[in-house]
Nanobody, 126 residues
Framework: QVQLVESGGGLVQAGGSLRLSCSCAASGRTLSNYAMAWFRQAPGKEREAVAA????????WYSPSVKGRFTISRDNAKNTVYLQMNSLKPEDTAVYSC?????????????????WGQGTQVTVSS
């Protein structure tokens, strides 16, 4: 198990940008052993995957709703995974959570991940 902590959320106007970060809460754990993903949950909606990345970072996946606007990346030396969000829209408003699994690959279902952060709120005003 690894404890994940997200940061970087906030309030931004439509068209703006935010960068979310996900790191380990405890020392001695390395995210380089985990495939990672970002999910989001808007009020009244189910949680959905928005981006995923394999251990090495050489392969990524994006939801069609964010492709071309969001970029998932990782810096294994810094033990951090990022989600760069550009051209934000009001419909991007949600709680964003990172997730990790020891199985390497691209996974877009929640059930594939057994480590979750608490989430960070992203609010995009129109």
């Amino acid at each position: 198990q690894v404890q994940l902590v997200e940061s970087g959320g906030g309030l931004v106007q439509a068209g703006g940008s935010l960068r979310l970060s996900c790191s380990c809460a405890a020392s001695g754990r390395t995210l380089s052993n985990y495939a990672m993903a970002w999910f989001r949950q808007a009020p009244g909606k189910e949680r959905e995957a928005v981006a995923a990345i394999i251990r090495s970072g050489s392969s990524t996946w994006y939801s069609p709703s964010v492709k071309g606007r969001f970029t998932i990346s990782r810096d294994n030396a810094k033990n951090t995974v990022y989600l760069q969000m550009n051209s934000l829209k009001p419909e991007d408003t949600a709680v964003y959570s990172c997730a990790a699994t020891l199985k390497d690959g691209i996974y877009v279902r929640q059930i594939s991940y057994d480590n979750w952060g608490q989430g960070t709120q992203v609010t995009v005003s129109s």
